[in-house]
């Protein structure tokens, strides 16, 4: 691996070299220090063997001889830390869990115009750590292709794009770069930081401790997980939907949400399956789809509160369709709509699950094909039209809880049909009325949040996006959203006013929300909402 292929941390003149590497950066005060390309990689130096030999493993089992590795890195890792000292920031990067890690903070590297995953490495990354670190870093990037692009210096816009995408995930913001070794720092690039950095000031004291406010939480497995289709899916139709949300891990705090969404695809262990029922009684809601709320061995839901449904097996079809039984606002109750399978290896079939209504409210009704697509063999069919409704449900809502038979999340990470997000946008107001925002002439394109300190809410409206070209995402200049349009926000309020420019807004309270009128929004807008007392 040439990027973060080094030396061995074994070697004991390696190690003090970098030691005083860092001790002499140390002299010079630093607030922190980044420590980057700390993954471990298999090592067969005379020393690394002898160590392994000594320690009893096998050193032609190339498993152990990681594992040996990773404890080597973080060994080291604790001695950098002895040397930092308590008051420094410091942050490892590498590919370790963070519940693993011995960082300060949470710091998330992502080069948005880097690869296909850009800006989408990031959101996910961000409801997670939230819940883990206090102190939040965004470190992106001023290279337009790759690090260490020193002739690629990304617009002023996108820059800016990525501090607001920062401010409305509840994280400070950092700008990567390397120097030239001859020319030094680029002054013409870092005048343009300077001029983002100096108008970020004139929000930091509100910004700084205004937490997050999430409403719904989604679950994942494990960190690593957070990039995949169907999690890169939900944090997708959420946003585009204007809701705010949090990633969690089973072990997290699930009290403080009002709907928890499992989507597609998940190990239900009993411990959780115990905790998820607590979650239930004390009033949370809950949304699944495809084979997550399944029990361990797949053959019935794991919950008591799925008694609405039966489950009938899985969905071993290649082929199938739905019809939305609630509308869709372009569209009448008769069309059919699209199941994609999105497995590796073309293994369509056996991600959803076949369920009858019992007694819920049945959102979406399954549809069959003609016939299956069968690829091989002397006649191969991949034309398959919808044929009628079955006597199966694709999507079911009962009182606590709600089932998506498909991979409704998948799916639309990759396809992006703009119905499987209106199904789940129909069952998310039927299981959490009264959500925090409402909008009015806002386009989904725009990025909405609120952060709450003591004395106020933090209203973050962003109306910037990417554009994508041949798998970039690529942003020139701002989007401009017109004045006239409204955010309505739960609670009462006595002023709205921007910042830092300081413009009140009007606002009206009426059946609980404050709506909010918005002034003309280039780019991005922050907007400082003042509660009443007895809130």
Same mark, same amino acid.
């Given at each position: ?17 970098? @030691? ?10 630093? *607030? ?10 298999? #090592?067969? #130096? ?40 308590? !008051?420094? %920031?410091?942050?490892?990067? $590498? ?27 990031? %959101?996910?990354? &961000? &409801? ?6 206090? +102190?939040?870093?965004?470190? @992106? ?44 720092? $680029? ?15 004139? =929000? ?18 494990? %960190? ?19 809701? @705010? ?32 029922? +607590? %979650? ?7 949304? =699944? ?5 399944? $029990? ?10 799925? *008694? ?9 079809? /290649? ?34 699950? +076949? ?34 409704? @079955?006597?199966?449900?694709? &999507? ?43 909008? !009015? ?28 070209? $041949?798998?970039? &995402? ?7 959203? /017109?004045?006239?349009? =409204? ?49």
């Amino acid at each position: 691996n040439y990027f973060t292929r080094s030396m061995c941390l074994n070697n004991p003149d390696y190690k003090k070299f970098l @030691t005083g590497i860092i001790g002499e950066i140390l002299r010079y005060e630093p *607030d922190g220090l980044f420590a980057d390309g700390f993954y471990p990689e298999p #090592c067969y #130096c005379p020393v690394c063997i002898e160590k392994m030999l000594k320690a009893g493993v096998d050193i032609g089992n190339a498993q152990e001889v990681f594992d040996f590795q990773k404890d080597i890195v973080k060994l080291f890792s604790r001695e950098i830390k002895a040397l930092a000292g308590e !008051e420094r %920031y410091l942050f490892f990067n $590498n590919d370790r869990t963070p519940e693993d890690m011995m960082n300060t903070h949470a710091e998330i590297e992502i080069l948005p115009s880097w690869t296909w995953l850009h800006y989408e490495g990031f %959101y996910q990354r &961000a &409801a997670f750590l939230r819940n883990i670190f206090k +102190k939040r870093i965004y470190m @992106t990037g001023r290279f337009q292709r790759d690090w260490g692009d020193f002739g690629g210096i990304r617009p002023k816009a996108a820059l800016e794009n990525d501090v607001w995408d920062a401010f409305l995930q509840g994280y400070d913001i950092s700008f990567g770069d390397h120097i030239d070794p001859v020319r030094g720092i $680029n002054k013409d690039m870092y005048k343009v930081i300077g001029e983002i950095y100096s108008q970020a000031e004139k =929000t930091e004291e509100y910004r700084q401790g205004a937490e997050y406010v999430a409403e719904i939480a989604v679950l994942s497995e494990k %960190y690593d997980d957070l990039l995949n289709v169907r999690n890169r899916g939900a944090a997708h139709i959420l946003h585009e939907l204007h809701y @705010t949300f949090d990633f969690i891990a089973p072990y997290m705090d699930f009290s403080k949400y009002r709907l928890i969404i499992i989507p597609d695809s998940f190990e239900m262990s009993d411990m959780l399956a115990e905790k998820l029922e +607590k %979650y239930i009684r004390a009033g949370g809601r809950l949304l =699944t789809s495809g084979v997550a709320g399944l $029990n361990k061995e797949r053959t019935g839901f794991a919950l008591s509160c799925y *008694d609405f449904v039966k489950f009938d097996g899985l969905d071993e079809s /290649k082929r199938a369709y739905f019809s939305l039984n609630n509308g869709f606002v372009d569209y009448g109750n008769d069309n059919i709509w699209s199941v994609y399978y999105i497995t590796e290896e073309e293994k369509i079939g056996g991600t959803g699950i +076949k369920m009858l209504n019992n007694g819920g409210e049945e959102c979406a009704s399954y549809v069959s094909a003609y016939f299956d697509v069968m690829r091989q063999g002397l006649h191969g069919c991949y034309y398959t039209p919808p044929k009628e409704k @079955t006597e199966f449900s694709m &999507a079911v809502c009962g009182k606590k809880a709600a089932h998506i038979a498909f991979e409704v999340f998948g799916n639309y990470g990759v396809y992006f049909l703009q119905t499987h997000k209106i199904l789940v946008k129909q069952i998310i107001e039927k299981l959490m009325p009264e959500s925090l925002l409402v909008c !009015e002439n806002i386009p989904f394109t725009s990025k909405l949040s609120l952060t709450r300190k003591p004395e106020y809410d933090l209203l973050h409206i962003k109306v910037s996006y990417p554009e994508h070209r $041949n798998f970039r &995402a690529v942003i020139e200049e701002h989007n401009t959203l /017109k004045s006239g349009a =409204t955010v309505s926000v739960r609670g009462k309020y006595t002023s709205a006013v921007t910042l830092p420019e300081g413009e009140k807004l009007e606002i009206c309270y009426k059946n609980g929300y404050t709506a909010v009128r918005l002034p003309e929004i280039t780019g991005y807008a922050m907007i400082k909402l003042t509660r009443t007392q007895n809130r």
